[in-house]
C-alpha cells in the first residue's frame, strides 16, 4: 500500500513540477522579455489570455492540494506500526568522575 500511493505522490510531483515550469512569469526577470502588449502573441490566441492562465492557476492548486494530502497521508502511515521509542533512548549516559578532595587535618602544635 505505501508503494502505490509513493508512486502516486511522485507522479503528482513530476505533473506539479511540469506544469509550473509551463507557467509564464509575470514578476519576475524586472519586465525583460514581457508579453510587449501584442496579446496573442503570434499564436493567434491559442494557448494565451486568460483563460489558460486560470487552467493553469486551478491545475497548480489542484495538484499542490494533491501533494499536500499525499504527503500528509504518506506521514500518517509510516508512523503507523512503530513504537514510542525514541532512538535517543538507546543512549546510555557515561557516567561522569568527579574527584572528591579529602579535607586536609590542619597541623598539630603543641
Not at 506544469?19 to 494565451?48: D, N, P, R, Y
Not at 557516567?95 to 598539630?108: C, D, L, N
Request: glycine content about 16%; hydrophobic content about 45%; proline content about 4%.
Amino acid at each position: 500500500m505505501n508503494e502505490v500511493l509513493l508512486v502516486i505522490h511522485l507522479l503528482i510531483t513530476l505533473s506539479l513540477i511540469g506544469i509550473i515550469l509551463v507557467q509564464k512569469s509575470e514578476g519576475g526577470a524586472l519586465g525583460i522579455g514581457g508579453s510587449g502588449g501584442g496579446g496573442a502573441g503570434g499564436f493567434g490566441g491559442f494557448l494565451t489570455g486568460r483563460g489558460t492562465a486560470n487552467l493553469l492557476t486551478r491545475t497548480t492548486a489542484a495538484l499542490a492540494t494533491a501533494f499536500i494530502a499525499s504527503s500528509l497521508l504518506l506521514t500518517i502511515l509510516a508512523d503507523t506500526g512503530r513504537s514510542t521509542r525514541s532512538i535517543t533512548d538507546d543512549i546510555i549516559a557515561p557516567a561522569i568522575e568527579t574527584e572528591v578532595e579529602q579535607p586536609v587535618a590542619p597541623p598539630v602544635s603543641e
